[in-house]
């Protein structure tokens, strides 16, 4: 995701939440959308469900796209945990998503898109 298409900044998000040891080290953090890194907290786990982590999973393993590439539609229990935890259908988020449509710049190319 580019920033200068969002209309808040990107946040730095701890991968391992500093409330858990995590450090400021660049292996630790990452870029992350303001709304969806305060809905995430310092969660790691949904009960013994870990949340998607984009550096060591495959997203097409665990989500795909609706027939209108407006939600994201969970394939596996980490799927659906993140999807319901970060609230990545939000009404807010399927706006943008149709904007970012009409304009090709979403979805990406190589997500998979229900049929």
């Known amino acids: 995701m580019d920033e200068r298409w969002q209309f808040v900044t990107f946040t730095i998000d701890h991968i391992l939440p500093v409330s858990q040891d995590g ?6 953090l990452a870029l ?3 709304h969806c890194n305060r809905r995430k907290h310092d969660k790691q786990f949904v009960g013994k469900t870990p949340l998607f982590n984009p550096r060591e999973m495959d997203w097409k393993a665990h989500f795909i796209w ?6 994201i539609i969970p394939l596996t229990e ?3 945990i993140t999807v319901e ?4 259908n939000r009404e807010r988020l399927l706006l943008i998503r149709s904007d970012d449509i009409k304009i090709n710049r ?7 898109i229900q049929e």
């Open 78 to 80: 980490i799927g659906k």
């Open 32 to 34: 992350a959308f303001f």
């Open 23 to 28: 450090k400021d080290n660049l292996d630790n």
């Open 85 to 88: 935890l970060l609230e990545l």
């Open 66 to 71: 609706s027939k209108d590439a407006l939600h």
């Open 106 to 112: 979403h979805p990406p190319s190589d997500d998979l």
